[in-house]
């Protein structure tokens, strides 16, 4: 499974966030995707996962996003910002509605590789910031998905978490898997291969090129 992305382009509110963009993304590879605040790193990312309008091609094993939106987010595990959890229930009862709606990865590798049996019982909304961080990353394990979109996943991390997550990444993308993470940190990944965004590349453009405005998309 690849991803293949030619001429990505993003606008937001009618302004040019970023052109162009043409990459690839092999089995077992991790990419990291840099620059400066405002540059386009989420959007991007956002772009990948069918949340975001863009101009371009996004092909995953061969399916065009535009073609079968839900075919290629069925292999895509996205994290953003937001732990996406539950706080009514508790760090057990989140995971397990997680492994049940993706039908996809092991409980047992998620409770292990994110140290989560001692919290297991504890109410969501009673965790700390970075114990629930640690329960929304669990969540790509349980999934079961080949890509990984990770946009600043070590925030709340401390450096022992931090270090922790980065083996999981190694696990994931030696399993074949893929990842693309948005990062201003060194998560000491091998020296994986980096796409950076150039904000001195962004212009203003007149709205009827914002897909959200002129329509284009659906």
């Known amino acids: 499974m690849t991803l293949n992305v030619s001429n990505l382009t993003c606008y ?4 040019l966030i970023f052109s162009d963009q043409n990459f690839t993304i092999d ?5 990291m995707l840099r620059g400066p605040n405002g540059s386009g790193k989420s959007t991007l990312l956002r772009a990948l996962a069918g949340m975001q309008p863009f101009e371009g091609d ?8 535009a073609d079968d939106l839900d075919g290629v987010q069925e292999q895509i595990a996205y994290a953003g910002h937001l732990d996406a959890i539950k706080p009514q229930l508790t760090v057990g009862e989140n995971l397990t509605f997680w492994a049940q709606l993706f039908e996809g990865g092991s409980i047992s590798d998620a409770i292990e590789q994110f140290a989560l049996e001692e919290i297991w019982d504890r109410p969501a909304h009673a965790c700390s910031a970075g114990q629930k961080r640690r329960l929304g990353l ?7 998905r080949v890509l990984w979109l990770l946009d600043e996943p070590t925030v709340s991390l401390d450096t022992e978490t931090t270090a922790r997550f980065a083996q999981i990444i ?3 993308c ?12 060194d998560l ?9 965004l150039d904000p001195s590349a962004m212009r203003k453009s007149t709205p009827s090129r914002d897909p959200f405005l002129s329509g284009d998309w659906e």
């Open 188 to 196: 000491g990944l091998d020296t994986p291969r980096e796409i950076v």
């Open 58 to 65: 996004v092909i995953l094993n061969g399916v065009t996003l």
């Open 170 to 172: 190694k696990t994931h």
């Open 12 to 15: 937001r509110a009618g302004r």
């Open 27 to 31: 089995p077992g590879e991790t990419v």
């Open 138 to 144: 669990a969540r790509l394990v349980v999934s079961g």
């Open 174 to 185: 030696a399993g074949g898997g893929m990842a693309m993470i948005a990062t201003h940190i």
